[in-house]
């Protein structure tokens, strides 16, 4: 069964500092991989996604790698804002089985970035 | 605006009432999710519907019942629900799949 971790839970940062968030996952056999923004009160905004043959994708201030072999991603932010503040969440889409694909969440990292 | 719309945004029924949660997409995916939010938990899978049919359902207590009619919409009925089920219900869509999710901003259900 699929396993995510997002380490820490929670970050705080300086405004204008470059910052990484973290996402394992214990079963390398992935199809993709999904990072989401959530805004409290709010759903889910999604920021990548990464194929499983891919290494890294990038959007604006955005960078986010996968390593499958050792079942990680980390997802880069560069010159962080006030308004980069929010929950980011890792979800690992896998084959469950059945032509079924399980998307599993992590509890997510709470990022506050101080003006 | 997500293109994923989910009313009521707030609910709060009592332990014996009967409601509904409205999810209605206007992107032309083909697949449509339930998910449920707690409080320091994951993100936890409840439904998944592709091309109107339920592919997954992951082991979802009787009180919550869905409905997809259509590819555009999909419902959450509930009964008889338990304090312990107070959370944010997202609904989420996809083009096929394996696609990309796009989220609705939840229903906040409080159960008294």
């Known amino acids: 069964k699929q396993e995510v971790t997002q380490i820490p839970a929670a970050l705080s940062v300086p405004e204008g500092e470059n910052l990484v968030l973290n996402c394992s996952f214990t079963?390398?056999?992935?199809?993709?991989l999904q990072w989401f923004r959530q805004d409290p009160g709010k759903g889910l905004t999604s920021l990548l996604l990464?194929?499983?043959?891919?290494r890294e994708q990038t959007s604006g201030r955005l960078n986010a790698s996968l390593d499958k072999s050792s079942g990680r991603s980390t997802l880069y932010i560069a010159a962080s804002q006030p308004g980069d503040s929010a929950t980011y969440l890792c979800?690992?889409?896998?084959?469950?089985?059945?032509?079924?694909?399980?998307?599993?969440f992590g509890k997510g990292t709470k990022l506050s970035v101080i003006p | 605006e997500t293109g994923v719309t989910q009313t009521p945004r707030h609910l709060v029924m009592g332990m014996t009432n009967k409601k509904s949660l409205k999810c209605e997409q206007h992107?032309?995916?083909?697949?449509m999710y339930w998910y449920k939010q707690s409080a320091k938990k994951p993100l936890e899978l409840m439904f998944v519907?592709?091309?109107?049919?339920?592919?997954e359902n992951n082991s979802v207590p009787s009180r919550f019942s869905p409905e997809c009619p259509n590819s555009s919409h999909l419902f959450l009925h509930l009964h008889t629900l338990q304090p312990e089920d107070s959370a944010l219900y997202l609904c989420?869509?996809?083009?096929?799949?394996?696609?990309?999710?796009?989220f609705g901003n939840g229903t906040r259900l409080t159960v008294t």
């Open positions: 990464i194929q499983s043959s891919q």
């Open positions: 979800a690992v889409r896998s084959f469950s089985g059945a032509g079924s694909y399980q998307l599993t």
């Open positions: 992107l032309g995916h083909n697949a």
């Open positions: 989420a869509s996809s083009q096929e799949i394996t696609s990309p999710l796009h």
């Open positions: 519907y592709n091309f109107k049919e339920q592919t």
């Open positions: 079963d390398s056999a992935i199809y993709n």
